[in-house]
């Protein structure tokens, strides 16, 4: 997978506010504590109150998603390809898509605080789906899939029972706080995703 090794913070300054305080949660406290809030670079203060075009308002929003789910250009572009393909509506067949991730599970059910903690549990195969090993974080889940904690280490078990604790799962997830066992109910409708970013600027950028 691409890296980068531009700072998370500085994506979130990037993207103000809004998206630091409803993205994942590690990013919450950290921006909260952040001095600089505003857009980094020396002429930060200046993007802060600088007008975006329609062009500037849908890029912004298609890095927001890339940000918050920790994907390439790539990536992102085949749930929006995926998505435009089904009988439903685009944009919410390209968030269900995203949301189906097995990575994006498991931060949903609360066991860790951001995306990027998800995908490692998830690509060191610490889970299970269905009793089946999974070392792919763009793993699709299904309805009435059941995800188990297979790892070894009882330290971690313990580490991810304490998020548990602290962090409310998804509607459509129901999480078992004594054994971390998870099981897919349904999957999400569009009231119960929520992003910091708008979606339907994004299918919008990739229908130019």
């Excluded at 951001?114 to 998830?122: E, V």
């Excluded at 299904?142 to 995800?147: L, S």
């Excluded at 509607?171 to 971390?180: I, N, P, R």
């Amino acid at each position: 997978m691409a890296k980068t090794s531009i700072s998370k913070m500085r994506k979130v300054r990037a993207y103000g506010e809004d998206f630091a305080v409803a993205g994942d949660r590690a990013w919450t406290s950290k921006f909260a504590k952040l001095h600089r809030k505003l857009p980094p670079g020396s002429h930060g203060r200046k993007r802060a109150f600088a007008k975006s075009t329609g062009y500037g308002q849908q890029l912004a929003e298609k890095q927001k998603a890339r940000t918050f789910y920790h994907l390439t250009e790539k990536q992102l572009r085949k749930y929006y390809v995926a998505g435009k393909r089904t009988a439903d509506s685009t944009d919410v067949s390209f968030l269900v898509g995203l949301e189906r991730r097995l990575d994006n599970v498991l931060y949903r059910a609360g066991l860790v605080d951001s995306h990027r903690a998800a995908r490692q549990l998830a690509s060191h195969t610490h889970f299970a789906v269905n009793g089946r090993k999974v070392d792919v974080p763009s793993f699709q889940v299904r309805a009435g899939d059941k995800i188990t904690f297979r790892g070894k280490s009882k330290n971690l078990l313990e580490t991810l029972k304490e998020f548990a604790k602290s962090n409310k799962p998804a509607s459509w997830l129901k999480v078992s706080q004594d054994t971390l066992a998870i099981e897919v109910i349904s999957l999400p409708t569009k009231e119960e995703i929520e992003t910091p970013f708008n979606e339907k600027l994004i299918i919008e950028f990739y229908s130019r």
